[in-house]
């Protein structure tokens, strides 16, 4: 059973910085995508940036410049740098990867639990 568990969630006030983890544990035979979505309060869930096994990446526009997607030395491992924060920026976070099990196996989306970011005065 394939696991993610996000980190790094939290409190920040307008012009701030966080950095959030994720971190994939148990069956994995490859990670083909990481990436961050995010969920704020009668909104739909969007893609806040993306990065492929081969280092391509991709932003939403509202983060371009201000947030870094990054996998960590550790192949399961993935990380959001995010700064300048505004309060738009104000979700939960969730972590996503597409995780194959096995050589054999065709991969699929799993999803952390999701961590709070709160931007606020």
């Known amino acids: 059973q394939v696991q993610l568990v996000e980190s790094g969630g939290g409190l920040v006030q307008p012009g701030g910085s966080l950095r959030l983890s994720c971190a994939a544990s148990?069956?994995?035979?490859?990670?083909?995508?990481m990436g961050w979505y995010r969920q704020a309060p009668g909104k739909e869930r969007e893609l806040v940036a993306r990065?492929?096994?081969?280092?391509?990446?991709n932003y939403a526009d509202s983060v371009k410049g201000r947030f870094t997607i990054s996998r960590g030395n550790a192949r399961n491992t993935g990380y959001l740098q995010m700064n300048n924060l505004k309060p738009e920026d104000t979700a939960v976070y969730y972590c996503?990867?597409?995780?194959?099990?096995?050589?054999?196996?065709?991969?699929?989306?799993?999803w952390g639990q999701g961590t709070q970011v709160t931007v606020s005065s």
């Open positions: 148990g069956r994995i035979f490859s990670i083909n995508v």
């Open positions: 996503n990867s597409r995780i194959a099990e096995s050589f054999a196996s065709a991969p699929y989306d799993y």
């Open positions: 990065i492929t096994s081969g280092g391509s990446t």
